[in-house]
């Protein structure tokens, strides 16, 4: 069973940055890629950001292009969220998760992923 731990949520003014980090460990663990989701009270869980992990291709939600940056160390085995200039609207649970089965599904899609950490709560100040 694969265990995702996220760390580095926490409460940021506008404008501010924070970055999240997401440790995969477990048995053997191998990813075909990792992405980013979140979660604001009231709403449904959302895509941020993917990332490929041998190739390291990226793709990202159109309201978090330009600000937010995903990255991987593969040794680590650790995914990143780099989450600059943020908004009050990015306030939200932070979710990381791992697609382990080569998923067919897009890498934007809940459904492509198999395994999910706790979440780290963002608060964005205005």
């Not at 941020?48 to 160390?73: C, E, H, M, P, Q």
Request: proline share 3%; hydrophobic share 35%; net charge positive.
């Amino acid at each position: 069973q694969v265990q995702m731990v996220e760390s580095g949520g926490g409460l940021v003014q506008a404008g501010g940055s924070l970055r999240l980090s997401c440790a995969a460990s477990g048995r053997t663990f191998s990813s075909y890629a990792m992405g980013w989701f979140r979660q604001a009270p009231g709403k449904e869980r959302e895509f941020v950001a993917a990332i490929r992990w041998r190739s390291g291709n990226t793709l990202y939600a159109d309201s978090v292009k330009g600000r937010f940056t995903i990255s991987r160390d593969q040794p680590k085995n650790t995914v990143y969220l780099q989450m600059d200039s943020l908004k009050p609207e990015d306030t939200a649970v932070y979710y990381c998760a791992a697609d382990t089965t080569a998923s067919p599904i897009t890498a934007t899609r809940l459904g492509a992923y198999d395994s999910w950490g706790q979440g780290t709560q963002v608060t964005v100040s205005s």
